[in-house]
Structure formats: C-alpha cells, structure tokens
C-alpha cells in the first residue's frame, strides 16, 4: 500500500517570507500523481498544486511551487511572499495510476503566518 | 454556482439512528468519493464510484452505503450510528479517476 509522509506537523514563517513544506512518499507505481491540497480553518479543502509523475518539470502555480523528485519520492511545495490567507492545513496526497484507490493523504502539516 | 455541495453541513444525532449526507456535484464529473477526516484531520479514502464501479475501502463498515441516484449525485447512509463515526466527511468528483479531484465543504457528523 502506497504511504505519505509530512514530518512537519507544524510550520511557521514570517508574512512576506519563502516556507517549504515536506512531502515523502512510498510506491512501487511509475504512473501516478501528486497533490497539495490547503484547508483552511473553514475547513473547505482546495486544490494548491499538481503533478504528474511521468513530467520532469515541477509544476508551478503563482507563489506555488513544488520541487519533485521521482528517484528520492519526495515532493516538497514552496510557498513564495507568504501571505496571511496562506495560512492553513496542508496535505500531501497521492494517487495511483489507476486511481481506483483514490487519494492516500499525508497527515498534514499546519502553516502559521507571523505577520 | 458551488462545484460540489453538500447538505447538511452539520448533522447533531444519537447513538443508534440512521442518517443520509448528501453530495451533489454541476462539473460534469464522472466518479465521486466520500473521504472520512477524523478528529486528527487525517483523511481517508471510503468510497469511490462511477457509473460503472463502486470501489469500497476494505476498512470502512458495512453499515455505511453510498447511493447514487444518477451521475451528478453521490449520497451516503448511515445505519445505526457510533460515537466513533463521528467526523467530518467530505465529497469529492473527478472527470476520471486519474483527473484532480475538486472536494465539497463537508459535512460535521457528531454523534451523542
């Protein structure tokens, strides 16, 4: 069964700053995909940033970027300029190249913005 | 013009009763989910369904069922409710099973 892991439990980084949040992740899969998903405190839960396994490029998105590499099963997701509506619930995720699984979600690593 | 939606958004209940959470989603998707997050915020796949496949997590007890009546609408029943049920519960579609998954609010499910 695949496994995420987010060893960052909480994270704090001062308004206008760059923060990194850590991802890892345990497959015998090539094909799949890559999510960061933020929740914040209205608990909605909304799409960061994607990526596609078999694409060398990292994946970019605004102030989003993620740093994906695929021989070490990482996927970290940089937060550039942060700002206070960053702050929230970040969840890694994977899916599996079927995608009958669904997401496998990381535990979540919560982002405080020190203004 | 909410993507996916679902009602209630709270649910107050007693131990033993059944319960239906609805989930309906506008995007044209073709598969749906539920995702449990319990009190940790830890997220876990339940159910995932489309026309054609319903795909169970082999964890999640029988006594809760997804339902779909036709492709934009995906409920879940509840039958004889636990205190360990007690949860937030999420909806989620996709165009395919490999597509970005676009999720509801949630649903806070307390059971006394």
């Known amino acids: 069964a695949q496994t995420v892991t987010q060893s960052q439990p909480e994270m704090s980084v001062q308004e206008a700053e760059t923060v990194t949040l850590s991802c890892t992740y345990d497959?015998?899969?090539?094909?799949?995909?890559l999510f960061w998903y933020k929740q914040p405190p209205s608990r909605q839960m909304i799409l960061v940033i994607r990526?596609?396994?078999?694409?060398?490029q990292n994946a970019t998105e605004n102030r989003f970027s993620v740093n994906f590499q695929k021989a070490a099963k990482s996927f970290s997701l940089k937060i550039s300029d942060s700002q206070l509506g960053d702050a929230a619930m970040y969840f890694c995720?994977?899916?599996?190249?079927?995608?009958?699984?669904?997401?496998?979600f990381g535990k979540g690593t919560h982002l405080i913005i020190q203004p | 013009d909410t993507a996916v939606s679902q009602t209630p958004k709270y649910l107050v209940t007693q131990m033993g009763n059944d319960k239906s959470i609805k989930c309906e989603q506008n995007?044209?998707?073709?598969?749906m989910y539920w995702y449990k997050q319990d009190s940790k915020k830890f997220l876990k796949i339940m159910f995932s369904?489309?026309?054609?496949?319903?795909?169970i997590n082999e964890t999640v007890p029988n006594r809760f069922s997804p339902k779909s009546p036709d492709k934009a609408h995906l409920n879940l029943h509840i039958n004889s409710l636990e205190l360990g049920d007690s949860a937030v519960y999420f909806c989620?579609?996709?165009?395919?099973?490999?597509?970005?998954?676009?999720f509801g609010p949630g649903t806070r499910l307390t059971v006394l």
């Open positions: 989620a579609s996709s165009h395919i099973r490999t597509d970005t998954q676009y």
């Open positions: 497959t015998s899969e090539s094909d799949y995909y």
């Open positions: 990526q596609e396994a078999y694409k060398q």
């Open positions: 995720a994977y899916l599996g190249g079927g995608g009958a699984d669904g997401l496998t």
């Open positions: 995007l044209g998707h073709d598969t």
């Open positions: 369904y489309n026309n054609k496949e319903l795909i």
